[in-house]
C-alpha cells in the first residue's frame, strides 16, 4: 500500500483516510443484496489506535451506541495475551503468518453507526464519504470486477470497523505499542462495503456477518450472541430483559440515555439493568462448558448473563415441563401467544387441523395474531402434523403392541426434542422482533421484574443511586461502568476482583484519602448487602423462579397469573430476606432426641453446613418448601387441602432428615433415634401403613429395608414443623 499527499486545502475539508490499493469484488451468492469486497493489503501503522481502522471499543460502542446497534462484544483479553505472548513474542518460529481481517464500512449517524449510506449520484456505489476508483482510468461511473482500486473514505461520515479479527487487530497494537515500531510490516485486509439499498440495515447487516465469519471454525460465545443475533427468539427475549431495543429502532436505548446522565437511575423497571448482571470477558464458546458460579460476580451484581439467559429464561420460563432443568419448548412459546388456540391444536382428536395446513394462517390471523406469531403457530402444527403423522402409520404397522409402544415412545421423544431445539426458535428478523414485542414481552416483564423487586436488589440500586460520603454518584457511574468494561475479564472471586478494580482506579485517577476511603465504603456497603444471599448463587435463582412458575402452572401457566399477581408472590419472599432467611448464616434451633443443633431451614436442600449445595436438584427441593411454607402445609395431612402433592412434601422432609441423621449419627446409635422419636411423636409424617410399622416392638428387625429411610422421616418431618413455625409467621407478616 502506498499513501498519497493530502493538500492542506483538502483537510480543511474533510478528514480523509489514507488511500488503499486493493481488488475490487461483488458477491451475492443467491442473497437478496449485493455486498462488495475489496482485498489488499495495509500498513500496521493504519490499524494502530485513533488510525483509519477501529475497532468497537475506540467507539466507545458500549456507552454510546445503544445494544440494539452493537456490531460485536467484548475483547477477550486473556485471548489478546495469548496472540502476543505465544506467537508474537515468539522468537523461535522461522516464519509467521496473520491471516486476512474483515473491515466494514459503515456510515456514521453523529456518534453513532447510522443504518443507511447516505447517497452520492455522481459515485460508482452511489454512497457519499466512499470514493473508489481505477488507477489511470477517468470514468469513474462504472467499476471492473477483478481489477485494482484505489479505496479511500471520509472519516467525518464513514467508521472503518473491524468485524472480524478484532483480537488479531488489539495484539498487533499491544505488540507494536511505539511509534514506527512496525517497520515495513503489513496485514491483508477485506474492505466490505454492502449494496446501498432501502432494504438493508447496514447495522444490522453488518451484525449477521460478524456472526457468519465468527461462527466457524471458532464459535461465537452465546453471551456475544445474545445481543447481536436478531433472528433467534430467545437471544432476543434476554438481550430485551436487558433493556436493548428491536433491531433498526433509531431511538436512543436506556444505557445511551443513562450515559447522557452519567449517574444511575432505576426509576424505570421495564428491564434489568446491564449493569447489575456479570459476563465474562472472555466471548469464546468455551466458557459455556465450565459451570457458573456466581462466586466472581463483581458486589453489586445480582446475577449472570447465561444464569438468566439459560438457567431462568429457557430452563424454567419457557420450558414446558414442571422441572428445574428443562429446556425452552415451541409449545411453551405458544401457550404464552394463546392458550386456547393451543389447547385445540394439541388436541389428538382434533386431526382436521393437519390436512388443512393451507387455511392456518388465516384463522391465525382471525384469531388476533401477529405475523411473527402466526409463524410460531404453523411451525408447531407442521411439527405435530408429521409427528401424527408417523403415530398412524405405526398404529397401522401390525407389529405387537410393545413393538409400536416402543416405536411412539421413540418417535415422541424425537419430536420433542425438536420443539426444544433452538432452531424451532429461528425466526425472520421481522417475526422475531413482532414476538418479541407482543406477546412474549410478558417473558422479559415477569423476568425483570422479580429480579427488581428483591429487597436487596432495591438497596443496590439505591446505593449506585447515592454513592457514598465523597464518592459521588457520578463516582458511582463511572466506577461500575469501567469495572464492567475492563476488570470482567479477570480471574478469580468478586471480592478479589473488585480490591483490584479499586486500588486499580485509585491509582488511575490519583485520588485524595478521603476520595479513596468513601470508595472503598462503597465496595463494602455493597458487599454486605450480596455477601452470603442465596438468592444472589444460581441454585437459589433456580429455586426461586421453580416456585414462581410452580404457582403460574396452577393456572394457565401462561404466565398471565404472575404478570397480574407477582406483587403478592414476591412480598411474603421479600419478608423472608429481609428477615435474613436466605442469607446462609441464618440458623433455626431444633431440638430433637436430646440434640440442640442450629440449622439453615435450606439445609439439605440448596445449604449443607457452611456450603453451598448446588445444581438442579437442590433447587427443586427448596422451590418445594417455598411452596410448602407459602401454601401453609406444616404436617402432611395439610397436603391433602392446600393443592400441594405429598409428594413435594416428602421430598423436602426426607431431605431434612437425611442430613439431620448425618449430624447426630456420630453421637447416637439409630436405634436410640428411633425410641426417642416414638415417645416424641411420628404419626404426623408418616402414612397409615408406615405409622404401624414405626410403633411396632420389633419394628428393626422386621422392617429393617424401611427402617433407616422412616428414621429420617419422622427427624425431617419434626424439623419442617420447626422451619414453618418459624418462616410462616414472616411470611404472613
Not at 456479570?278 to 448473563?305: A, C, K, Q, T, Y
Not at 401457550?335 to 384463522?363: C, K, M, V
Not at 429455586?543 to 411474603?572: I, K, T, V, Y
Request: negative net charge; glycine residues 6%.
Amino acid at each position: 500500500m502506498a499513501d498519497f499527499d493530502i493538500s492542506l486545502d483538502s483537510l480543511d475539508k474533510k478528514r480523509e483516510s489514507n488511500s488503499y490499493y486493493c481488488t475490487f469484488s461483488e458477491q451475492k451468492y443467491n442473497a437478496i443484496h449485493k455486498v462488495y469486497v475489496l482485498s489488499g493489503a495495509t500498513e500496521i501503522a493504519n490499524v494502530k489506535k485513533n488510525k483509519d481502522i477501529m475497532l468497537v471499543d475506540d467507539l466507545r460502542g458500549d456507552e454510546l451506541w445503544g445494544m440494539h446497534q452493537l456490531i460485536q462484544r467484548n475483547i477477550s483479553h486473556s485471548r489478546v495475551d495469548e496472540i502476543v505472548n505465544n506467537y508474537l513474542n515468539n522468537s523461535t518460529k522461522a516464519v509467521k503468518f496473520f491471516p486476512s481481517i474483515t473491515v466494514v464500512l459503515v456510515p456514521k449517524d453523529g456518534n453513532k453507526p447510522g443504518n443507511k449510506y447516505k447517497q452520492n449520484l455522481g459515485g460508482n456505489l452511489n454512497i457519499d464519504g466512499v470514493t473508489v476508483s481505477h488507477p489511470g482510468i477517468k470514468d469513474a461511473s462504472k467499476l471492473i470486477h477483478n481489477a485494482p482500486v484505489i479505496l479511500k473514505w471520509d472519516k467525518d461520515k464513514i467508521s472503518a470497523v473491524v468485524v472480524d479479527g478484532q483480537h488479531r487487530v488489539e495484539a498487533l497494537r499491544k505488540f507494536y505499542h511505539g511509534d514506527g515500531s512496525e517497520g515495513n510490516s503489513s496485514i491483508s485486509i477485506s474492505f466490505v462495503i454492502f449494496e446501498n439499498s432501502e432494504g438493508l440495515p447496514v447495522v444490522d447487516a453488518t451484525r449477521q456477518l460478524f456472526i457468519d465469519v465468527n461462527n466457524t471454525p471458532k464459535r461465537v460465545s452465546e453471551q456475544k450472541l445474545i445481543f447481536i443475533d436478531d433472528r433467534n427468539l430467545l437471544r432476543r427475549l434476554t438481550a430485551r430483559t436487558l433493556g436493548a431495543l428491536g433491531p433498526g429502532v433509531d431511538t436512543d436505548d436506556p444505557y445511551q440515555e443513562l450515559h447522557k446522565k452519567s449517574v444511575f437511575d432505576f426509576s424505570k423497571h421495564g428491564y434489568i439493568s446491564k449493569y447489575l448482571i456479570g459476563e465474562d470477558g472472555n466471548d469464546d464458546e468455551d466458557i459455556n462448558i465450565i459451570f457458573r458460579s456466581h462466586d466472581s460476580l463483581f458486589p453489586w451484581e445480582v446475577s449472570h448473563i447465561l444464569t438468566l439467559h439459560e438457567s431462568i429464561i429457557q430452563s424454567i420460563v419457557l420450558s414446558e415441563r414442571d422441572v428445574i432443568d428443562g429446556s425452552a419448548s415451541l409449545i411453551k412459546a405458544c401457550r404464552i401467544i394463546h392458550t386456547n388456540f393451543l389447547e385445540s391444536l394439541l388436541d389428538d382428536a382434533a386431526s382436521e387441523w393437519y390436512g388443512d395446513q393451507e387455511n392456518l394462517p388465516h384463522i391465525l390471523k382471525e384469531e388476533g395474531l401477529e405475523e411473527g406469531e402466526c409463524e410460531a403457530f404453523i411451525r408447531l402444527s407442521e411439527l405435530r402434523s408429521r409427528y401424527l403423522e408417523g403415530l398412524n402409520e405405526i398404529n397401522e404397522s401390525g407389529e405387537s403392541k410393545k413393538e409400536r409402544d416402543d416405536r411412539a415412545r421413540d418417535l415422541r421423544a424425537q419430536y420433542v426434542s425438536k420443539y426444544e431445539s433452538i432452531k424451532a426458535f429461528d425466526f425472520s428478523v421481522k417475526n422475531t422482533t413482532s414476538i418479541a414485542e407482543s406477546s412474549s414481552s410478558v417473558i422479559c416483564e415477569v423476568v425483570s421484574q422479580v429480579f427488581n423487586s428483591l429487597w436487596f436488589v432495591r438497596k443496590i440500586q439505591a446505593l449506585l443511586e447515592s454513592g457514598v460520603d465523597e464518592f459521588e454518584p457520578g463516582d458511582v457511574y463511572k466506577f461500575v461502568v469501567v469495572s464492567k468494561e475492563k476488570y470482567s475479564s479477570w480471574s478469580g472471586s468478586g471480592s478479589s476482583k473488585v480490591r483490584r478494580a479499586r486500588d486499580e482506579y485509585i491509582g488511575m485517577n490519583d485520588f485524595a484519602e478521603s476520595k479513596s476511603h468513601a470508595l472503598r465504603r462503597f465496595v463494602s456497603k455493597a458487599e454486605e448487602l450480596t455477601s452470603g444471599n442465596l438468592l444472589r448463587t444460581l441454585v437459589g435463582q433456580q429455586a426461586l423462579f421453580g416456585f414462581l412458575m410452580g404457582q403460574d402452572r396452577l393456572h394457565d401457566a401462561d404466565l398471565s397469573f404472575l404478570r397480574e399477581n407477582l406483587g403478592n408472590l414476591m412480598q411474603p419472599l421479600n419478608n423472608l430476606g429481609e428477615s435474613g432467611f436466605f442469607n446462609i448464616q441464618k440458623k433455626i434451633s431444633f431440638d430433637v432426641v436430646g440434640r440442640q443443633l442450629e440449622l439453615s431451614p435450606w439445609e439439605g436442600l440448596i445449604v449443607k453446613g457452611e456450603a453451598m449445595s448446588p445444581g438442579p436438584n437442590s433447587a427443586a427441593k427448596a422451590s418445594k418448601l417455598l411452596k410448602l411454607v407459602y401454601s401453609g402445609v406444616r404436617v402432611r395431612s395439610d397436603t391433602a387441602r392446600k393443592r400441594v402433592g405429598v409428594s413435594e412434601y416428602n421430598s423436602v422432609i426426607m431431605s431434612y432428615g437425611a442430613r439431620i441423621f448425618e449430624r447426630i449419627s456420630e453421637s447416637i446409635h439409630i436405634d436410640e433415634v428411633w425410641e426417642r422419636l416414638r415417645e416424641e411423636g411420628y404419626e404426623a409424617y408418616l402414612t397409615e401403613k408406615e405409622a404401624i410399622n414405626f410403633g411396632l416392638d420389633d419394628f428393626p428387625e422386621a422392617e429393617s429395608a424401611t427402617y433407616p429411610r422412616l428414621v429420617k422421616k419422622v427427624l425431617g418431618g419434626r424439623f419442617m414443623e420447626v422451619v414453618f413455625d418459624t418462616l410462616h409467621p414472616v411470611i404472613d407478616s
